[in-house]
C-alpha cells in the first residue's frame, strides 16, 4: 500500500512501535513500555497515556524485557489489527513467566468487546483500560499490583483530556499531531469507530491553541489537527455559549504564527464546507492538502455504508475544492469489496478514481467487524478472492495515479519543511510540500525545522527529488 503522506490513519510502517520520548528520563525507577497500533489518534492517546504515567514516576523503554508495565494500545479497525494485537498477548505472557511482578494492559478500542476474553478467560492481561479511562490508569495499576483484574471501560460524554500535555513520542521534533475531538457521531455501517470510542466531543479551543503554541515555542513547525471529522468540531463556550466552528478553529490556529504549518484530518465529504476552503485559501501557512475518504464510487453502496452522501455528492465537493483551492493535494481512502458490492459498482469506484485524480489513497479490504451495523444487517458475501483482486485494481489504479500527479510537480519550485534525515541515505534530508508530498535533497548546511525552497528534479510514485534553490523564503501571511 502506498505511505505517502503525513496524515495517515492507518500508517503500516508504524503499526507495533513500541514508543519513546525525544527525551528518555533517566531518573525513573519504574519503567513503561508502550506498543501502539491503529489509526494517528491511537498514537496520539498513547502520548496522553504517557504524560499520565510520566506524572507517577513511569520512565519509557523500548526494551519491553525491562518493563515493569507493558501497554498495547489496539485497533479494532480490522480484524488483521486484533489477530496482530492477541499474538503480541501470548508472547508477553511467556516473558511474564520468568517476570512475575510486570503487568501487562490493554488499552483502546478492543478493550471493550475483548475484556472479559483478555482478563477471565484467557488469562492474557492484568488490566483493560478502554480510550475514556486512561485518567484511571494509576488507580487501574494499583489495583493489579494488589493481584485484582483492573478494568475500566466506560465511555465518557465529556472526555478530551483537554488538560493534558502529550509526551511527544517517536517524535521528529518538527510535526506534531493534536487532537482537537474525541469519538464519532456518524454511523457509517461498516465502522467500529462509534462503538469503541463514543460519542463525539470537541475540545476547548483555547486548549488546542494552548498545546500548539506549546509546541510552537519548542520549535514543532507544523501541527495537524485530529478528529474523525474535523469538519463537525463544535465547541459552546459555557459562559458565553459562543460557539467555535472548525472554520474558525482553524484561522485561530493558522494566527499563531505565520511559520506555523497547520494541517487536518479527517474530512467528511458531507460536512466539509465552503467556510472551510475559503479559510484554508485565505492562510498560506494552512496546508493545501484534503484527505477526503469516499470508501466507495457508487451510490449504492455508499447508501448501505450509510455514509449520507452520493458519487455525485461526492464529486461536487471534490470540484468545490479544485475551484477554490486550484493546487490542492487530495487522498482518500477506499473499501473494496463491501457487501453486495457487483463489479459495476467496482468500476464506478475505480472510474471515479480517474476523476478525483487522487495524490494518494488507503485501501483496505471490507473487514466485517462484530456488533457494527452492517454485521447485523447485511452478509458480508463478496468472495475472499475477489475482494482481493478488486483491491489490487484499486491500488495499481492508485499508484498510477501518484505517480502522475509526482510526475507533474518536476520542474516547480515548492516551499519544503525539512523534518529530518531521509531514510535512505544521511547525506539527504527530506520533508514535505503544502500538497504533502515527500520530498528528499542533499543536505548540505541546512536545518531541520527550516523552510526551503527546491526545485523539483525528479520523482518515483512515493517521493520527490529536487535541489534546493532559496534558503529564506518571504513571510508565509500575505
Ligand atoms: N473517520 C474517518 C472517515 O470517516 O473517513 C475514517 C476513520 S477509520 C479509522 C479509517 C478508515 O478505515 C476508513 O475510512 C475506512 O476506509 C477504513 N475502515 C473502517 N472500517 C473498516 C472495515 N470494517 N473494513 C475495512 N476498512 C475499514
Ligand atoms: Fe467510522 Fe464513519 Fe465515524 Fe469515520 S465517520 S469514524 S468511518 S463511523
Known amino acids: 500500500m502506498n505511505q505517502l503522506g503525513a496524515t495517515k490513519w492507518i500508517d503500516e510502517s508504524r503499526q507495533g512501535t513500541a514508543l519513546q520520548p525525544e527525551e528518555p528520563s533517566a531518573t525513573s525507577s519504574r519503567k513503561c513500555y508502550i506498543e501502539s497500533y491503529g489509526c494517528?489518534?491511537?498514537?496520539?492517546?498513547?502520548?496522553?497515556?504517557?504524560?499520565?504515567?510520566?506524572?507517577?514516576?513511569?520512565?519509557?523503554?523500548?526494551?519491553?524485557?525491562?518493563?515493569?508495565?507493558?501497554?498495547?494500545?489496539?485497533?479494532?479497525?480490522?480484524?488483521?489489527?486484533?489477530?496482530?494485537?492477541?499474538?503480541r498477548l501470548q508472547e508477553f505472557k511467556s516473558l511474564k513467566q520468568n517476570k512475575a511482578d510486570m503487568l501487562v494492559g490493554v488499552l483502546g478500542c478492543m478493550a471493550e468487546r475483548l475484556r472479559h476474553r483478555l482478563l477471565e478467560e484467557e488469562k492474557l492481561v492484568d488490566l483493560v483500560v478502554g480510550p475514556d479511562a486512561y485518567r484511571s490508569l494509576p488507580a487501574l495499576i494499583a489495583e493489579a499490583e494488589s493481584g485484582q483484574k483492573a478494568v475500566n471501560v466506560l465511555l465518557s460524554r465529556e472526555e478530551t483530556y483537554a488538560d493534558i500535555s502529550p509526551v511527544r513520542l517517536n517524535s521528529n521534533g518538527v510535526t506534531a499531531f493534536v487532537s482537537i475531538m474525541r469519538g464519532c457521531n456518524n454511523m457509517c455501517t461498516f465502522c467500529v469507530v462509534p462503538f469503541t470510542?463514543?460519542?463525539?466531543?470537541?475540545?476547548?479551543?483555547?486548549?488546542?491553541?494552548?498545546?500548539?503554541?506549546?509546541?510552537?515555542?519548542q520549535g514543532y513547525r507544523e501541527v495537524t489537527l485530529l478528529g474523525q471529522n474535523v469538519d463537525s468540531y463544535y465547541w459552546i463556550d459555557p459562559q458565553t455559549q459562543q460557539a467555535t466552528t472548525f472554520a474558525q478553529l482553524l484561522e485561530m490556529v493558522?494566527?499563531?504564527?505565520p511559520w506555523l504549518r497547520v494541517r487536518f484530518s479527517t474530512s467528511h465529504p458531507k460536512d466539509i464546507t465552503d467556510e472551510v476552503l475559503y479559510t484554508m485559501a485565505r492562510y498560506p501557512n494552512i496546508c493545501k492538502y484534503i484527505h477526503l475518504p469516499v470508501q466507495s464510487g457508487s451510490t449504492r453502496i455508499l447508501q448501505l455504508m450509510n455514509r449520507t452522501y452520493t458519487r455525485e455528492g461526492y464529486l461536487k465537493k471534490v470540484e468545490r475544492i479544485r475551484e477554490i483551492l486550484p493546487d490542492c493535494g487530495l487522498s482518500t481512502d477506499i473499501i473494496a469489496g463491501f457487501c453486495t458490492e457487483t463489479e459495476a459498482d467496482h468500476q464506478e469506484t475505480l472510474s471515479l478514481m480517474d476523476?478525483?485524480?487522487?495524490?494518494?489513497?488507503?485501501?483496505?479490504m471490507y473487514s466485517e467487524r462484530p456488533g457494527t451495523l452492517a454485521a447485523r444487517r447485511y452478509t458480508d458475501d463478496v468472495p475472499l478472492e475477489v475482494k482481493k483482486r478488486r483491491l489490487q485494481e484499486i491500488v495499481e489504479k492508485e499508484r498510477t495515479l501518484a505517480l502522475k500527479n509526482m510526475q507533474k510537480e518536476v520542474g516547480k519550485v515548492r516551499t519544503v519543511l525539512i523534518e529530518g534525515p531521509s531514510k535512505r541515505s544521511d547525506q539527504d534530508f527530506c520533508g514535505r510540500t503544502d500538497q504533502n508530498k515527500m520530498v528528499v535533497f542533499p543536505k548540505k548546511h541546512y536545518r531541520k525545522g527550516q523552510y526551503v525552497n527546491v526545485r523539483i528534479t525528479g520523482c518515483t510514485a512515493a517521493t520527490l527529488l529536487g535541489e534546493v534553490v532559496e534558503e529564506t523564503i518571504p513571510e508565509m501571511v500575505a
Open 40 to 87: 494517528q489518534m491511537n498514537f496520539n492517546d498513547s502520548e496522553i497515556v504517557a504524560a499520565i504515567l510520566k506524572e507517577q514516576g513511569y520512565g519509557l523503554t523500548t526494551d519491553v524485557a525491562q518493563a515493569d508495565l507493558v501497554l498495547i494500545n489496539t485497533c479494532a479497525i480490522r480484524e488483521k489489527a486484533e489477530q496482530t494485537v492477541r499474538k
Open 197 to 217: 470510542r463514543g460519542r463525539e466531543r470537541s475540545r476547548s479551543p483555547q486548549s488546542i491553541l494552548r498545546e500548539c503554541e506549546e509546541l510552537f515555542e
Open 254 to 257: 493558522a494566527q499563531i504564527n
Open 355 to 364: 476523476i478525483c485524480e487522487y495524490d494518494m489513497a488507503y485501501m483496505f
